[in-house]
């Protein structure tokens, strides 16, 4: 979920709404050096779940990685990519081991240093990826708000650049599936609305090769933008797998917080 760099009162509203979900592991982007941010990853962190999350010092957005399962360890490969709070990654301690990555790709207008600021953060997130061992990216998901659409989306809005189009290319060069394409073949999804009524899908879950056969549901949530919790829709994605283990967290709900 796309968390627009919530201030603190909606981030006491993105929380509950967040507390009466059942997943694993949340991949919240847009996350900000503010109160609302502060106060959600906290209030995990109390609860008991474990919290991948770099700041950014410049005050720059980012990614955070919130997980009720153990992790078995960081994927220190991306900590070298342009902007390191944009990413947030570990393996969960599963079975099979899964990879997570959030990423949270910077907008762009057009002016020059944005363009180039995007485009390099792309450039080593790429980079990065192309470094993981081919069965760690295997047993990877890629899961945020990518700010770019594909070639096919329906309508092709003006302006995307070849490298925006290229990053869902290259995804796809490394063996990594559209989790929603998978799921719903062909069927246009919008994952955020601009003010003239226009739909773009920026928001993306990409499995690797061995997940693909686990894959059992794919699904974009619009009640977070109907409930103006945020202006994009959450994704949801589910996981076949042999085994998964789950820390004893705690209740989330604002102002209760009981930990057992």
Known sequence: MNIGAAARERAGELLG?????????????ETSAGAGTAYLLDRFRQAGFVVVH???GNGDRGTALVSRVPLMADLSAFAGVSIP?????????????????GVYVPSRDRSADKTEKKQAFV?????????????????????????VIARTHRPLHPGFLPFEFGLLEAFERQGLVDAYE?????????????????????????????????INGCAYL???????LTDHAAVALGLGLDAV??????????????LF
């Open 17 to 29: 709404w967040l507390s009466a979900r059942n997943e694993d592991v949340f991949v919240l982007t």
């Open 54 to 56: 770099t700041p950014d």
């Open 85 to 101: 709070g944009r990413v947030a990654a570990a393996v969960l301690d599963t079975t099979p081991a899964v990879a997570v990555l």
């Open 123 to 147: 450039a080593s997130l790429l980079s990065a990826l192309g470094e993981l061992p081919v069965e760690l990216r295997d047993r990877l998901v890629v899961g945020g708000d990518y700010n």
């Open 182 to 214: 998978k799921c719903s073949p062909g069927e246009q999804a919008y994952s955020w609305i601009g003010r003239t009524g226009d739909g773009y899908r920026y928001d993306y879950f990409h499995v690797g090769a061995a997940l693909t056969g686990r």
């Open 222 to 228: 619009h009640e977070t933008r109907e409930q103006r």
């Open 245 to 258: 283990k789950r820390l004893p967290t705690g209740d989330l709900a604002d102002d209760v917080l009981t």
